[in-house]
């Protein structure tokens, strides 16, 4: 068979080169939450001072399991029935007892109907991705605001535009602002998050503010979706009040989560819900929906639920000892002159952060600097998306007071004595 020119060439081309190695395809998701790229410069420092055996002194941790707590272990764990613990009867909603005493406990009356138990907060939102959006739609976030939310939204193929709290220089505070999210509403937008309080700038959404924010939803039909697990951690007395706003009920279409993270210092036990609120024919679709993606995946584990009713007990004693101990450390960081240093100190109404204005200081650079030269490891502000006209680094209020004041009085010496060394690096004074 005479073959033409041009068929030989596509022969040649097709058959006798040698081919590319096929590549497994993964996930465009993986690129877009920048899991292909490498560690910051903070993290491979802090890497770096472990591996030579030098000390770390962290100012971020907020871990509850690591900050030397006392928990009532002993009376939790001396009465188990393992006979108890060993059936396995699931519910998608969860348990009928853990529903009615978590209702019963947080919101004072009997919601356990409108409850579904999650395995975590996170888990609550992605379930609420998937029940409200498909892929391409949007969701609001509130910025500043904890870098874990954008995460979730990518891995549910959703697109996240944030609305800006604004920073109220009367009262030092950062507040929402309906104006403000309603500004970043698009065609597409299927649901806004409201963190109240918010983390780490512990803003609250007073109950004059959500009346107006219910009202938009009720006209607009977009959820809202709060997520409260500061709920029990208010530094501003004059905002303690504010608290008892956390709806329980209303016309608008509302999801309210919170978890045992937070609440009871049990991250590792995961147990979070969500609590459904709206109209009739909204809870009705909503709950049946969330009912068989939880279904689907049964995260919650029994031991966890047979158990919280007695965990709840607990709660006031577990967190008056953290509250003391925020007390404590805003005491201590109110000690420091730190004016004298250009820096200002500022913690918001709630929440356990407390922050660092630093000025027009780079604040990835300012925490880079500090940890290679003194090992005190903080947050720069940019990890919580703050602006940059005023650059801020963050550190928790819950780590051991000794920790905090050796922290702080080594980070006012640098700051005072380290002049030329952050001229150095390019974060002069």
């Known amino acids: 068979m005479l073959l033409t020119p041009r068929i030989n060439a596509l022969i040649w081309k097709v058959v006798l080169l040698p081919m590319e190695p096929k590549r497994t395809h993964f996930s465009k998701r993986m690129e877009e939450i920048g899991n292909d790229v490498p560690d910051n410069d903070l993290t491979i420092l802090k890497?770096?001072?472990?591996?030579?055996?030098?000390?770390?002194?962290?100012?971020?941790?907020?871990?509850?399991?690591?900050?030397?707590?006392?928990?009532?272990?002993?009376?939790?764990?001396?009465?188990?029935?393992?006979?108890?613990?060993?059936d396995y009867s699931?519910?998608?909603k969860g348990l009928t007892t853990a529903r009615k005493a978590i209702s019963e406990t947080i919101y004072s009356s009997d919601l356990s109907e409108n409850l579904i138990l999650t395995s975590g907060s996170s888990e609550s939102l992605s379930y609420l991705l998937k029940?409200?959006?498909?892929?391409?739609?949007?969701i609001l976030l509130p910025t500043p605001g904890y870098p874990l939310f954008p995460f979730i939204a990518n891995l549910e193929s959703v697109e996240f535009v944030e609305y800006p709290l604004f920073f109220e220089e009367k009262s030092n505070q950062w507040e929402y602002s309906i104006e403000s999210m309603q500004k970043m509403?698009?065609?597409?937008?299927?649901?806004?998050?409201?963190?109240?309080?918010?983390?780490?700038?512990?803003?609250?959404?007073?109950?004059?503010?959500?009346?107006k924010w219910e009202a938009w939803s009720i006209e607009t039909q977009i959820p809202l979706i709060f997520d409260t697990v500061f709920s029990d951690f208010i530094l501003n007395?004059?905002?303690?009040?504010?608290?008892?706003?956390?709806?329980?009920?209303?016309?608008?279409?509302?999801?309210?989560?919170?978890?045992?993270?937070?609440?009871?210092?049990?991250?590792?036990?995961?147990?979070?819900?969500?609590?459904?609120?709206?109209?009739?024919?909204?809870?009705?679709?909503?709950?049946?929906?969330l009912e068989f993606i939880s279904d689907t995946y049964?995260?919650?584990?029994?031991?966890?639920?047979?158990?919280?009713?007695?965990?709840?007990v607990w709660k006031?004693?577990?967190?008056?000892?953290?509250?003391?101990?925020?007390?404590?450390?805003?005491?201590?960081?109110?000690?420091?002159?730190?004016?004298?240093?250009?820096?200002?100190?500022?913690?918001?109404?709630?929440?356990?952060y407390g922050y660092f204005e630093i000025g027009d200081r780079d604040s990835e650079k300012f925490c880079e600097i500090l940890l290679k030269e003194t090992g005190i490891l903080l947050h720069p502000g940019s990890l919580f998306n703050f602006p940059d006209e005023k650059e801020r680094v963050i550190f928790s209020l819950v780590v051991d007071e000794i920790l905090l004041e050796d922290g702080l009085q080594k980070l006012f010496k640098f700051c005072l004595e380290g002049k030329e060394v952050l001229a150095k690096f390019g974060a002069s004074l």
């Open 47 to 86: 890497t770096e001072r472990l591996e030579k055996g030098l000390s770390v002194l962290d100012l971020t941790n907020s871990n509850p399991t690591q900050l030397e707590l006392d928990f009532p272990w002993s009376s939790i764990l001396e009465e188990l029935d393992f006979h108890a613990f060993s």
């Open 90 to 92: 699931p519910d998608p």
């Open 131 to 138: 029940l409200l959006t498909n892929p391409g739609d949007s």
């Open 185 to 211: 509403i698009r065609k597409n937008t299927k649901a806004v998050l409201i963190v109240t309080p918010n983390n780490p700038t512990g803003s609250i959404l007073s109950k004059q503010e959500w009346e």
């Open 237 to 289: 007395k004059e905002k303690e009040l504010d608290t008892s706003f956390v709806p329980t009920k209303s016309k608008a279409p509302v999801f309210v989560l919170n978890g045992i993270s937070k609440m009871l210092f049990l991250p590792q036990w995961k147990l979070a819900w969500i609590l459904v609120l709206g109209e009739k024919e909204f809870q009705q679709t909503a709950i049946r929906s």
């Open 298 to 312: 049964l995260s919650v584990n029994s031991f966890i639920q047979k158990k919280i009713p007695e965990l709840l």
């Open 316 to 352: 006031s004693m577990i967190q008056n000892q953290w509250k003391r101990r925020i007390s404590r450390n805003l005491y201590l960081c109110k000690s420091f002159d730190w004016k004298s240093i250009q820096l200002s100190f500022q913690f918001g109404n709630a929440g356990y």
